[in-house]
C-alpha cells in the first residue's frame, strides 16, 4: 500500500496534498498548528479508519478524497461521513458502512483476522487493524490501544499474532486462580438458594414441575440447544429481514434511475422552479450528480453488484435457517414428548419465586466458567503458548530497536503495552510507538506504509531522531512522519537529506490549512469519478 495523494475540502475551501513519494516523506513546519495532523488523520479517515480530528474540526462538514496504490493497482477513495465510494480502471464501489468498507479492503490486502468477543467470532474493525502502521498524535496511550473502542489490546495482540500465521489465538483476561474463587463462591450462593427455593415449595411434584432449577438435571441439555438453536434462527432471520429491506431499497432506486434514463431519452428533464438541467441523486452523505448519462450507468451498475451481493447473502442466510430448523425438527423427535415441552415451555409454566430464576441464573454461570477452563485446558493453551512466544519476538524486537537508537536507554520494553501505572511519557513514548510500529513491521514484514504523526515530540534528542529516520530510510518503503521544528532547525535546512522527501507546512495560516486557492485541485480530484460526486 502507497499513498500518493491526499484531499479535504467542501464546495467553499480544500486542501490538497500530491507530494508524498514512494520513500520517506517528512512533512514539517516551524510552529504548531499548520495542518500536519489534519493531513495524518483524514489520510487514514479517507480509507475508513474512526474520527481522532484536533478538537474544533468537523469532518461532516467535509468530503475526503485519497490516491492509493494496493498492489500494482490505484484506488481512488472519498469518503463524507459513512459513506464511501471507491473507484479504479473497472470498478466502482459505493459503502453505506465502514464495515462494508473493511470487508472490501479485506479482499484487497488478502485478510482482517477475526478475535473473540463474549464467545463471537468478531471482525476487527479497521481502526484496530491499522494501528499497527499507523500513529496518531491524539488520544495516545501506550497501556492501549489508540482507538480504545470494542476492541482491547488483547484483541490488537490475537491480530498481530494470526497476521503472523498463528491460528485464532484466543488471550483468557481472567486469571485462573480469580475464576476458580468466582466459582467457588457461586456454588456457595447457588447451594443457599436451593434451600431457599425448598421452602417454597408446597410438594414435590409443584417443584418438579415448575421450578427450572428442580428440572435442570433432566431437562438442562435439552433446554439450552433448543434456545441456542432458536436464538440463532431469530438472529438469522433479523439479518435477512435486514438484507431484504436493504435489497427493496436498492431495487427501488435502481428503478427510478432506469426511469429516469427512459425519461431522458425521450425528452428533456428540468427544475420546475429554476430551470436548471442538473439532477442530484442524494444518499445520507453524498450528492451523486445524475443528469449524466455515464454516471448513472455506473451508479446503476454499483447498485445492480450490491443486490447481487445481498441477494447472495438472503440465500446463505435462508439455508442456515432452514438446516437450524432441521437441527431443531430433529432434537424434537429424538426427545420424549414431555421432556421437550418441559425444556421449550418451562418459562411459561414456571412459579414467579425470584429464587428459583437466581438460583437457575447462577448455574448456568457456574456452567460458563467450567466450560472457559475446560476449553482453556483442552484447546486454547497450545495456541496461547505460541502467541505469547510471537509476542515475545515482538517485544524482543523493541528492545533491539531501542538498543540501536539509544545503546545506553534505561527504557526497557516487557510486553506491546505499558502497565496502566507505568505509562511512558515525554520522548520515552515517542521511542515506545517508533520500537512498537517499527518491530511489527519487522516481524510481519508487512506491505503497509508507516505513518507517525508528530514522531519528534517530547524533546526526542536530535540525536536519537537522525538514528531513527536512518532505520525508516533503510526500510525501504514509504513512511510518512511530521515535524514541528524549532527556529533554528528549520533555518538549517533539518530535512534536506536526498533520500526523503521534504514537505513544508510553515507557511500555511495558524489553524487555516484550507482555502479557496485549492478548490480547483480538489474539484478536479472529484471530477475524476466522471462526475459522479458532488460537492457540497
Request: hydrophobic share 35%; glycine share 6%; charged share 30%.
Amino acid at each position: 500500500m502507497i499513498f500518493k495523494s491526499f484531499g479535504v475540502g467542501n464546495k467553499n475551501e480544500s486542501f490538497v496534498e500530491d507530494r508524498l513519494s514512494d520513500k520517506v516523506n517528512v512533512i514539517y513546519s516551524d510552529d504548531n498548528n499548520r495542518g500536519k495532523t489534519l493531513v495524518m488523520q483524514g489520510l487514514l479517515y479517507s480509507i475508513g479508519n474512526s474520527s481522532i480530528f484536533p478538537d474544533g474540526f468537523n469532518e461532516k462538514e467535509y468530503t475526503f478524497y485519497s490516491l492509493v496504490r494496493i498492489g500494482e493497482v490505484d484506488y481512488q477513495f472519498v469518503r463524507k461521513g459513512s459513506t464511501f465510494v471507491v473507484k479504479s480502471e473497472g470498478l466502482l464501489k459505493i459503502f453505506d458502512t465502514d464495515s462494508e468498507l473493511r470487508t472490501f479492503i479485506a479482499s484487497l490486502v488478502g485478510s482482517i483476522p477475526k478475535v473473540q468477543k463474549k464467545g463471537m467470532d468478531v471482525t476487527v474493525d479497521l481502526t484496530t487493524f491499522y494501528e499497527m502502521f499507523f500513529i496518531g498524535q491524539d488520544k495516545r496511550n501506550p497501556s492501549s490501544l489508540i482507538g480504545n473502542g470494542y476492541f482491547k489490546k488483547d484483541d490488537f495482540k490475537s491480530m498481530l499474532c494470526q497476521l503472523g500465521g498463528i491460528n485464532r489465538p484466543d488471550f483468557d483476561s481472567d486469571d485462573e486462580i480469580e475464576t476458580k474463587q468466582m466459582i467457588k463462591e457461586l456454588k456457595a450462593q447457588h447451594k443457599s438458594l436451593i434451600k431457599k427455593l425448598s421452602l417454597l415449595s408446597k410438594t414435590p411434584s409443584l417443584a418438579l414441575l415448575t421450578s427450572k432449577t428442580a428440572d435442570h438435571d433432566d431437562a438442562r441439555i435439552v433446554r439450552n440447544k433448543a434456545k441456542i438453536i432458536t436464538e440463532e434462527i431469530n438472529e438469522k432471520r433479523k439479518q435477512r429481514n435486514r438484507e431484504t429491506i436493504r435489497v427493496e431499497k436498492l431495487t427501488s432506486l435502481k428503478n427510478e434511475l432506469n426511469s429516469l434514463n427512459r425519461n431522458m431519452n425521450l425528452g428533456e428533464i428540468v427544475c420546475s422552479d429554476c430551470g436548471s438541467e442538473k439532477i442530484v441523486f442524494k444518499n445520507k452523505n453524498i450528492e451523486f450528480d445524475v443528469s449524466n448519462k455515464e454516471v448513472r450507468s455506473e451508479i446503476i451498475k454499483s447498485i445492480s453488484d450490491n443486490i447481487s451481493d445481498k441477494n447472495e447473502a438472503i440465500l446463505s442466510l435462508s439455508f442456515e435457517i432452514n438446516t437450524l430448523q432441521s437441527r431443531l425438527r430433529e432434537l424434537e423427535k429424538t426427545t420424549p414428548p414431555d421432556l421437550f415441552q418441559l425444556a421449550m415451555f418451562s418459562d411459561d409454566i414456571r412459579t414467579e419465586e425470584q429464587y428459583d430464576s437466581d438460583a437457575h441464573k447462577t448455574l448456568l454461570k457456574i456452567k460458563e466458567l467450567e466450560n472457559r477452563q475446560i476449553n482453556t485446558k483442552k484447546g486454547f493453551n497450545d495456541t496461547k503458548a505460541q502467541c505469547i512466544e510471537f509476542i515475545e519476538r515482538i517485544v524482543k524486537s523493541m528492545n533491539d530497536y531501542r538498543d540501536a537508537i539509544d545503546p545506553n536507554a534505561r527504557l526497557h520494553f516487557n510486553d506491546l503495552f505499558s502497565k496502566p501505572n507505568n505509562v511512558f511519557s515525554g520522548s520515552d513514548e515517542q521511542e515506545y510507538y517508533y520500537c512498537r510500529t517499527m518491530a511489527i513491521n519487522n516481524i510481519l514484514d508487512h506491505r503497509f506504509p508507516i505513518v507517525v504523526d508528530a514522531f519528534r515530540d517530547g524533546e526526542l534528542s536530535s540525536n536519537k531522531e537522525e538514528k531513527m529516520l536512518e532505520e525508516f530510510i533503510g526500510l525501504g518503503k514509504q513512511v510518512i512522519l511530521t515535524s514541528t521544528l524549532k527556529k533554528e532547525e528549520y533555518n538549517s535546512g533539518k530535512y534536506s537529506d536526498q533520500r526523503i522527501t521534504s514537505i513544508d507546512y510553515s507557511k500555511h495560516p495558524n489553524g487555516k490549512l484550507l482555502s479557496v486557492e485549492n478548490n480547483q485541485k480538489f474539484k478536479e480530484y472529484i471530477d475524476s469519478f466522471g462526475g459522479l460526486i458532488v460537492l457540497s
